[in-house]
Nanobody, 117 residues
Framework: QVQLVESGGGLVQPGGSLRLSCAAS????????MSWYRQAPGKDRELVAQ????????NYADSVKGRFTISRDNAKNTVTLQMNSLKPEDTAVYYC??????????WGQGTQVTVSS
């Protein structure tokens, strides 16, 4: 069955870094655009970063540009979000998201990121 399993979340101080990973299985990973979303308490889920099927096209929310980097490894069926210079407002549950032609859509279960001193 389809699985998206996130890992790498945790507690980090402001200015610190975290690396989130998403391991995909059960579908043809290389044919899906991949994204990271996040949802903070009391707020809507928002797009953080997205990457095309070949990894050559990326897009970022303005709030994370220059601090976060999304990448993928189609040989290992993984997508990664490197998060640097973290701020308290980055605190949220981060979700991995797979999309093929807006028809086949899968979500991971989420991983908590907390930025606090």
């Amino acid at each position: 069955q389809v699985q998206l399993v996130e890992s790498g979340g945790g507690l980090v101080q402001p200015g610190g870094s975290l690396r989130l990973s998403c391991a995909a299985s059960g579908f043809t990973f290389s044919t899906y655009a991949m994204s990271w979303y996040r949802q903070a308490p009391g707020k809507d889920r928002e797009l953080v970063a997205q990457i095309g099927t070949a990894g050559s096209t990326t897009n970022y929310a303005d709030s994370v540009k220059g601090r976060f980097t999304i990448s993928r490894d189609n040989a290992k069926n993984t997508v990664t979000l490197q998060m640097n210079s973290l701020k308290p407002e980055d605190t949220a549950v981060y979700y991995c998201y797979a999309n093929r032609r807006n028809v086949f859509i899968y979500w991971g279960q989420g991983t908590q990121v907390t930025v606090s001193s």
